[in-house]
């Protein structure tokens, strides 16, 4: 680099720091300590001269925000670390009693407390993203997608102003995922649809669908005429510095970076000071500059978090505490018999569409028989529907004062809608069935979409109308007909050209390879869902052994009662069931033999393990099958039961807590090597 260059270099670098330091007061600090047109003149010095000198722009650059062209369409990046979805609880009674679980999980471990500290901050009702940084420097966004893998939207999230594009600080960490959310506030929307109004466009129906649709947008010159902004609230990676040790230190750590969080949270000495935040915010609610549907609880300290890990894919460290459901009035104009995928007969209520809890809603579920008879909703009836954030809207109640007449009461049909077979009721259940299985065209679609789906076969690009279009035409009656397809019969479908069939094609023949417990969750069996599906395969081992095994050999399968078992064996007796089974192994469809068909007494059987950090021979959930399979209980939080704890690379705070507690510690080597001896 020339003399001259370094010089310019040199005034680059000042005028960046420079607007930077702006943006922050302005955007996160809401504090401009210069006016507009100052502002404006610096940014334009900074562009003539990047103009002149274009082999000195930097991609953190204030200028580079918003890209110049379209991109495509967003490819998957996978979390390091899963982002969890929230929990519930929408009273005071619910609101203790998980308080109750909290401390009665922690006093099992050793921690009796009769306080919990949380953090309490306003739940905004936006879009979860997930940033990564590297030396500072921004270089990836995603959204939250299923919580392990989202769609990457960095070429949007640039274009925030909120978003630093380089952290500020001078000791930068060597990476760090930062969680945030993603929201449009109030004024801004308005003001985005009053404009769209004004030229003739549609305009959004509420802030957080105009969130979620500015971050999917293939230009990102189109989101950055969106006034998005974002809060930040948690770490999901931290390699290179210490991680705070509480929940309030974590947003405090994250506010110094110059990622801007939610300026309401507040920590909480109990349960109590929880409700009184709560009923501070409700009250001031719509005085808030955005849209917000509850207030969302954390436990403050991060090894406690740790302690009490997730269920599912919730954390039981967190909860969300959801404000009164929104109702309005509105009439019912007719009421309709859907067929679920199991060929439950669910009725539906088409309604006079009306606005309420941010979208507008026609139709209302009314869950089954029973609930229909107690709620004695008719055709006509002036009833009260409620939504609660993104509960499925419901009817509340009727009003019979304004009932006609002339009106009768709602039936069961006796024959399914669709197919015209029997509808049955067994005993005990709540729910009726129309008994057509893949004969009902209604149950026959929702069987292909499940055995499609991500986390059955995951055939990508074989979605809900193309679906339709192939039963529709007679070319798919179940799932084994998916494999049959020729490239001229998808071709000739809507929307389905040459290169689309070609590549639906290759990405049915890929899905044939998949895992034992994949292809059970994908069959739709009553009740098995995708741990169930992994407990039969990690037991029983062959699909052989599955088909053949009775009610008393499935109940030997851990968590696995005599209902499930019931299902799973009624079935494997339909012979229409095991015909398409085998059509789709003489299809080609096979999975990896397990580790082991049957594990004996070994090193691994009865322990209970956690992994930690990442491995680098294997993927978390193999490793978790692969331990299943040995006979080890894999758990999620340390506890004085627990028997080991497998670290990977950049391992978190729960090897610290296994050396406190005396329990073995093993390398990802020494893991492998005592996989081999139980073999």
């Known amino acids: 680099m020339s003399g001259s260059q370094v010089g310019v270099a040199r005034e680059l670098r000042v005028l960046r720091e420079a607007i930077e330091e702006h943006n922050f007061s ?5 504090n401009p300590v210069i006016p507009d047109a100052e502002y404006d003149r610096l ?34 990046v996978t979390h390091y670390a899963p982002m969890l979805s929230l929990g519930n609880v929408f009273s005071k009674s619910e609101l203790l009693d998980f308080d109750q679980r909290v401390r009665d999980q922690l006093a099992s471990r050793g921690f009796e407390l009769d306080n919990i500290e949380y953090v309490a901050e306003p739940k905004l009702d936006g879009v979860a993203v997930n940033l990564r940084y590297e030396n500072g420097v921004l270089i990836l966004g995603a959204t939250r997608g299923d919580g ?27 990476a760090l995922e930062v969680r945030g959310e993603v929201f449009m506030p109030r004024e801004g929307f308005l003001a985005y649809n009053q404009r769209v109004l004004e030229i003739g466009e549609k305009p959004f129906v509420n802030p957080r669908n105009a969130a979620a649709g500015s971050l999917r947008q293939l230009d990102p010159r189109l989101t950055a005429r969106r006034p998005l902004e974002v809060f930040f609230y948690g770490i999901g990676l931290l390699n290179g510095q210490i991680r705070p040790k509480t929940q309030g230190e974590t947003l405090k750590y994250l506010h110094n970076l110059g990622l801007r969080t939610c300026p309401e949270w507040e920590v909480m000495a109990g349960v109590q000071d929880c409700l009184t935040y709560y009923a501070q915010i409700l ?41 009164p459901a929104q109702e309005e009035l509105t009439v019912i104009k007719e009421i309709k018999f859907q067929v679920g995928r199991t060929g439950a007969i669910t009725p539906v209520a088409r309604l006079q569409p009306v606005f309420v809890g941010g979208v507008t809603v026609s139709n209302a579920t009314l869950h089954n028989e029973d609930e229909l008879a107690r709620k004695d909703v008719r055709v006509g009836d002036s009833v009260i529907v409620r939504r609660a954030g993104d509960v499925i809207p419901e009817i509340v109640k009727v009003i019979k004062e304004r009932r006609s007449a002339g009106s ?9 809608p669709v197919c015209s077979s029997e509808v049955v009721r067994q005993e005990g259940e709540a729910v009726a069935r129309c008994i057509g299985g893949l004969v009902c065209g209604a149950q026959r679609r929702e069987a292909i979409r499940h055995f499609a789906s991500r986390r059955a076969l995951d055939i ?7 679906v339709d279009q192939l039963v529709t035409r007679g070319l798919v009656e179940n799932p084994s007909d998916l494999f049959g397809l020729t490239l001229e019969q998808i071709s000739e479908l809507e929307r389905m050209g040459l290169k689309s069939a070609e590549n639906l094609l290759e990405t049915l023949n890929k899905s044939k390879s998949t895992t034992f417990n994949r292809f059970l969750y994908a069959l739709g069996i009553r009740e098995v869902g995708e741990s169930t599906a992994l407990a039969l395969a990690n037991h029983l081992c062959s699909l052989e052994k599955l088909m053949a095994a009775d ?25 229409r069931n095991c015909m398409i089974v085998n059509q789709l192994m003489r299809c080609g469809v096979s999975w990896p033999q397990p580790v082991r068909l049957e594990f004996e007494d070994g090193p691994l059987k009865g322990k209970t393990i956690v992994l930690t950090g990442t491995l680098l021979g294997m993927t ?31 391992p978190g705070a729960k090897v610290d807590r296994a050396l406190k507690l005396g329990v073995m510690v093993l390398s990802e080597d020494e893991f492998n090597a005592l996989i081999k001896s139980d073999h």
């Open 551 to 575: 009610v008393k050999r499935l109940e030997e399968v851990p968590d696995i009662g005599p209902i499930v078992a019931a299902n799973i064996r009624a079935f494997f007796q339909e012979d």
């Open 283 to 323: 009250k001031k609610r719509n005085e808030l500059p955005y849209e917000i549907d509850g207030v969302v609880y954390k436990v403050n300290a991060l090894e406690n978090q740790e302690l009490l890990g997730a269920v599912s894919r919730a954390p039981r460290w967190a909860i969300a505490h959801k404000f």
């Open 26 to 30: 302005y955007y996160v600090l809401d």
């Open 43 to 76: 940014m334009l010095q900074l562009q003539v001269l990047e103009a002149n000198h274009p082999e000195l722009v930097t991609s953190d650059s204030p200028t580079q925000r918003v890209g110049v062209t379209p991109v495509g369409g967003g490819s998957v």
């Open 460 to 466: 990508k690009g074989l979605g809900t109308k193309l």
């Open 620 to 650: 978390r959930d193999v490793a978790k099958q692969t331990l299943s399979a040995l006979g080890a209980n894999v758990t999620s939080s340390i506890s004085k039961s627990t028997d080991m704890v497998i670290v990977g690379d950049h």
């Open 148 to 174: 392990t893998t989202g769609e990457d939207i960095t070429h949007n999230v640039r274009t925030i102003p909120t978003v630093p594009l380089r952290l500020r600080t001078e000791n930068a960490p060597v």
């Open 408 to 416: 009768d009461p709602v039936r069961l049909p006796t024959k399914c």
